[in-house]
């Protein structure tokens, strides 16, 4: 990539390119400083599992401009269209979310107009503000988050960009997951939003066979909570977004004998299917 850019580069451009690194073994990053001594490279070196979301808010506390390009390194750009759009919607006030071509074989000469995928952005600090991409354990869904946050502000210029291209790597959710935490993506979540440790070594200890998550990542097909309109409200949401046609059941430990029916009772039918109020951990069976 570093490459590509110092192609594209122009006098008037003024940046940096921040190399958030989780401990790769592949490439000694260190190599590129020497390589292209005229790009201002900063290696941010992180002793944790991957995470895309933290590496991103990683280097977004250490960027010393304004203007960021929150970018993946399997991107390839053959032209500055780019870079000119971004400066464009920029000073228009707004984030800027270039649909890109996918190559999907390994000689780069097939692929498509990836028109649903949302991670990569131009967005400038002040827009940020306090916003923090999440930080998930798992591949996938921090996009469509940053993605929601804008769009729902009205603030998000999207269209396609020629030149663009996301280069072709292997598909597997094994492949994309296996540095993740949570590196095993056919192992099914429970979300919980309590957090007494007492509690959850108990789920641990009864639902040993799944990841217990305090997220809503992609994979979660389970919620255990106490009751809280908020977070039914986000269960609600994550179904009609990510789980259409797979199941989710939902449980609700009553432990304050709340009337439980009647507050719910504002969602449709097919999601109060999914709820099931229970006594305690021990009720419930999945």
């Not at 270039?98 to 028109?115: D, M, S």
Request: charged share 30%; net charge positive; proline share 1%.
């Amino acid at each position: 990539m570093c490459k590509i850019i110092i192609k594209r580069k122009k006098k008037k451009d003024i940046f940096e390119v921040i190399l958030v690194d989780f401990l790769s073994d592949d490439y000694n990053l260190e190599s590129l400083v020497d390589q292209y001594k005229n790009l201002d490279i900063k290696i941010i070196k992180v002793n944790d599992n991957f995470s895309r979301g933290k590496g991103l808010n990683i280097g977004i506390k250490n960027a010393k401009y304004s203007n960021l390009f929150l970018c993946d390194a399997d991107m390839y750009f053959t032209g500055r269209d780019i870079f000119e759009n971004a400066y464009k919607e920029l000073s228009n006030n707004k984030v800027f979310f270039p649909i890109c071509f996918t190559l999907i074989e390994p000689t780069h000469q097939i692929g498509y107009w990836r028109e649903k995928g949302y991670g990569l952005s131009f967005v400038t600090k002040k827009d940020l503000g306090d916003y923090e991409l999440s930080e998930y354990n798992t591949f996938g869904k921090e996009d469509n988050d940053i993605w929601g946050f804008f769009n729902e502000k009205n603030k998000c210029a999207r269209y396609r960009v020629k030149n663009y291209y996301h280069q072709w790597h292997p598909d597997s959710k094994t492949f994309k997951n296996k540095n993740y935490a949570l590196s095993d993506y056919s192992r099914v979540k429970i979300y919980t939003n309590v957090h007494e440790n007492k509690f959850l070594e108990k789920m641990k200890e009864k639902f040993n066979k799944y990841y217990i998550v305090n997220n809503l990542e992609l994979n979660v097909n389970y919620a255990i909570i106490l009751y809280s309109e908020s977070v039914l409200n986000k269960l609600y949401e994550f179904k009609n977004n990510y789980l259409k046609s797979r199941d989710f059941k939902i449980y609700i430990l009553n432990c304050s004998n709340i009337n439980i029916v009647q507050n719910i009772s504002n969602y449709s039918l097919s999601f109060r299917k999914d709820i099931h109020v229970v006594e305690s951990v021990d009720k419930i069976d999945i």
